[in-house]
């Protein structure tokens, strides 16, 4: 059999390809690298909260300008420029300095590292706390009084920097050490307010001591990193949304990610273009996106992993950001270089789209996509973080002695975790797609896509060990792969002439804007209050509820569609109304639970009903109803 390559469709391929392999080495860990920069619960899902919503507005409004005014090439090239210079300007971010302000109280019979912040969070935080292992606080403690500098490098024994035996120590206005505490020894907490560690051993560079000893009560203010996540979101007492890098990260991610939203829906708008009614053909094109997201982000992984071993658990992301640069550069020229042809003008302004979101199925369909994207956001956002968590405590209860909280390896796993979402997962159903929506419709599938999200966020929910997610993943096959076949050509179908890109926008706005922003928001919340376990298993829950009432929804619109249609021809009854500009408009509804509203143009045909039987016309697209 000779394999035929479509030479017409190889520049959209192109695309896919090189777009998602492009963005792959940045997007997925943007999570993880705000968690590093210094992003805590609230700030991380304020910022993924808020992008979806900018990228909702985004969508619909290039694909407005693109469909209204014939600039597809114009817009589609724009977002490309865009997302590159923003995502790659994420280099000018640095960490946000927190302000980590403890009191390090030296004294006999032992010294007490002292944290005050308030009694309900000091209950929260020692409920939180891992209790096997000693707690290990690294410690900046400033000095300035001469007769402090004296008692603390006696009780130190003179091995701080600084410090001189039988001299002046004027040198020692800095201490650097770590202190350890098992908090499970010392249960006493006499202060309601303040959290008291006292200290069992001080770690000064090589040197280790049971404890030091002051002759006299001495205080140092001291800025403190406490390995313990709970611990030290407990010690930090400073606002994120004060700091100028959160804002520089938010407006460079704002621009970036809204762009990128864009660039996807003008590609899938140009790729239905280009298929010329072979909808079913999509996913074809489409999984070439995978290959390129899948492959690139476990290179992007490496070499971040590979870059960052002498960093000591800190991640350097400039490898990805110069591979995502480079990708872009070719991705640019490949849409510069594609002929995109013109396709035919809205004369509506927007009306024929506001009259479909009118239609009960079509409200469904919105419904449906909003619903995924409330889903998806939790494993897009919250699952790196999730993972991480069970990291720290798998690290923790296997070793007392580490330090990096599965931090190298991580990245690592986070990477073979989109190798197996895009290789195993996504590419086979992007190839399958077709038969599927062929042989289910495209409403069951929608069903099968909600009932698999609810057993993959159970499944999350009954992790211990970060690894185990890896076969889980697979399930992003129908997740996402399917999902999004589905969603892309049923929007497609629906679309009035002209409108493509429009309606790609909507169906858009509401996965990746509405519903993603919704997840982001409240998945944080949930994350921060009840943790990853409880908020896995309840949006799991959750989904099996909506795969249930879409089912029932579905069922009852098509019992209405029959019912409408038996007052005339068993097979279709058409119904039309025109508009003030001309266009007109022809829902045909039958038997199949599949059945769409249909929109034509005014120019090429008129629908008539002729008693039962209505004459057949043809549509705009050539195609005989």
Wanted: aromatic share 12%.
């Amino acid at each position: 059999m000779k394999l035929k390559v479509n030479t017409r469709l190889l520049p959209i391929k192109t695309h896919f390809f090189l777009n998602f392999a492009g963005l792959s080495p940045i997007i997925p860990f943007l999570p993880v690298y705000a968690k590093q920069l210094g992003f805590d619960e609230v700030s991380s899902s304020v910022v993924f909260a808020v992008l979806p919503f900018m990228g909702m507005l985004a969508k619909p409004i290039a694909g407005w300008i693109a469909d209204r005014f014939g600039m597809e090439k114009v817009v589609f090239v724009v977002s490309i420029l865009l997302s590159g210079i923003f995502y790659f300007s994420l280099l000018l971010v640095g960490p946000i300095e927190a302000d980590t302000t403890s009191i390090f109280q030296c004294s006999k019979p032992y010294s007490v590292l002292k944290v005050c912040r308030g009694g309900e969070d000091k209950h929260s935080v020692l409920n939180s706390l891992i209790t096997r292992c000693p707690e290990r606080c690294e410690l900046v403690c400033s000095m300035s009084d001469e007769s402090v500098m004296k008692t603390i490098c006696s009780a130190f024994q003179y091995t701080l920097p600084g410090c001189y035996n039988d001299t002046t120590p004027l040198d020692a206005t800095e201490a650097r050490f770590t202190v350890i505490s098992n908090l499970s020894v010392h249960d006493t907490q006499p202060d309601p307010y303040c959290l008291l560690m006292p200290v069992d051993q001080i770690v000064n560079g090589n040197l280790s001591m049971e404890s030091v000893e002051c002759s006299s009560k001495t205080e140092l203010p001291c800025q403190t990193v406490c390995y313990s996540e709970p611990l030290q979101k407990y010690i930090r007492q400073d606002s994120v949304f004060n700091s100028f890098n959160f804002w520089l990260f938010f407006i460079f991610n704002i621009i970036a990610y809204s762009a990128f939203n864009v660039t996807t829906s003008m590609g899938d708008a140009l790729c239905f273009n280009m298929l010329e009614g072979k909808h079913e053909d999509y996913g074809k094109q489409r999984v070439f996106g995978s290959i390129g997201w899948g492959l690139f982000t476990v290179i992007a992984g490496y070499l971040v992993d590979s870059h960052s071993q002498d960093l000591q658990g800190e991640k350097d992301y400039s490898p990805a950001l110069f591979l995502m640069l480079g990708l872009l550069t070719l991705d640019l020229v490949c849409a510069w270089k594609m002929r995109i042809t013109q396709t035919v003008k809205s004369a509506s302004a927007g009306g024929d789209v506001l009259y479909l979101l009118r239609t009960p199925r079509v409200l469904v369909f919105v419904l449906w996509c909003t619903s995924v994207g409330v889903l998806t956001s939790l494993i897009w956002q919250w699952l790196p973080w999730y993972l991480y968590d069970l990291a720290d405590i798998k690290s923790e209860t296997e070793t007392c002695e580490g330090t990096d909280h599965g931090a190298t390896w991580m990245t690592v796993l986070l990477s073979l975790n989109m190798g197996i979402q895009c290789f195993i997962g996504e590419v086979p159903m992007f190839f399958l797609s077709g038969w599927i929506l062929k042989n289910l419709g495209h409403i069951n599938t929608m069903t099968l896509v909600l009932g698999a999200f609810g057993l993959r966020l159970l499944f999350y929910s009954f992790l211990r060990n970060p690894w185990f997610s890896l076969p889980i993943e697979v399930m992003n096959g129908i997740t996402f792969g399917i999902f999004y076949a589905t969603m892309t050509s049923y929007a497609h179908i629906i679309s009035p002439p002209g409108m493509g890109a429009t309606m790609q926008g909507i169906v858009g706005a509401a996965f990746e804007g509405a519903g993603v922003a919704i997840g982001s928001l409240v998945g944080g919340a949930v994350y921060k209050l009840k943790g990853g376990v409880f908020m896995f298993r309840a949006f799991g829950l959750f989904s099996v509820t909506c795969c249930l009432l879409h089912a029932l929804l579905q069922h009852l619109v098509g019992r209405r569609l029959a019912s409408a249609g038996e007052g005339g021809s068993s097979s279709a009854a058409v119904f039309s109304r025109q508009t003030q500009d001309g266009t007109e408009f022809a829902s045909v509804n039958t038997m199949d639970i599949d059945s769409k509203p249909i929109f034509k143009g005014a120019a090429p045909s008129t629908l008539v009903m002729s008693g039962s039987e209505p004459e057949e016309k043809q549509l705009i697209d050539g195609s005989v109803m």
